[in-house]
């Protein structure tokens, strides 16, 4: 059997992230404005902000996350969602600065069922993409690699916003 070490997940599994847990990572981000650059949180609009996926599926994975604790999108007032477009656009430019891709996605995930990571907390998502980004690792594998680091990505994002 082959191994690809990746010791950085293990901050992952021995952080205890659970989508079932009575606190909402994205509530706590939100509330510690003193700890952006640690959180990796990129910008604060008024309803939103905007932080990078700490669990990337690609280098430049950001997440718009509104503040207010929704787990329904149709719940949520419209100048969150309009916010919300909003940041998205603004989160493309940047990347297409810092990144020049060749494509995006964007996309939000409702339920378990669906695929939300988080699932009492709405959120999108936008990735830049690039010809053959991606390869048998993902789908043979289900590892990612990732070109950079979280602090190299950040860096890079920080000062487009």
């Given amino acids: 059997m082959d191994r690809l070490?990746?010791?950085?997940r293990a901050k992952y599994?021995?952080?205890?992230v659970d989508s079932q847990s009575?606190?909402?990572v994205f509530c706590e981000i939100g509330n510690d404005k003193e700890n952006d650059e640690k959180n990796f949180?990129?910008?604060r609009g008024q309803f939103n902000f905007l932080v990078l996926n700490l669990f990337p599926y690609?280098?430049?994975h950001i997440l718009v996350v509104p503040y207010l604790?929704?787990?329904e999108f149709d719940s949520a007032p419209k100048q969150v969602t309009d916010e919300?477009?909003?940041l998205l656009k603004r989160s493309q430019t940047a990347l297409r600065?810092?990144?020049k891709p060749a494509g995006f996605n964007v996309g939000m995930n409702f339920g378990a069922v669906a695929g939300a990571g988080i699932v009492d907390h709405i959120h999108a998502h936008i990735l830049p993409r690039w010809g053959g980004d991606t390869n048998f690792m993902t789908t043979i594998s289900e590892t990612r690699v990732l070109p950079e680091s979280l602090e190299t990505t950040y860096a890079k994002l920080r000062d487009q916003f």
Avoid: E, K, N
């Fill in 84 to 86: 919300m477009m909003d």
């Fill in 13 to 16: 599994i021995a952080s205890g």
């Fill in 41 to 43: 949180v990129l910008f």
């Fill in 58 to 60: 690609i280098s430049g």
């Fill in 97 to 99: 600065a810092a990144y």
């Fill in 69 to 71: 604790h929704l787990a």
């Fill in 5 to 8: 070490w990746s010791p950085w």
């Fill in 22 to 24: 009575s606190t909402c």
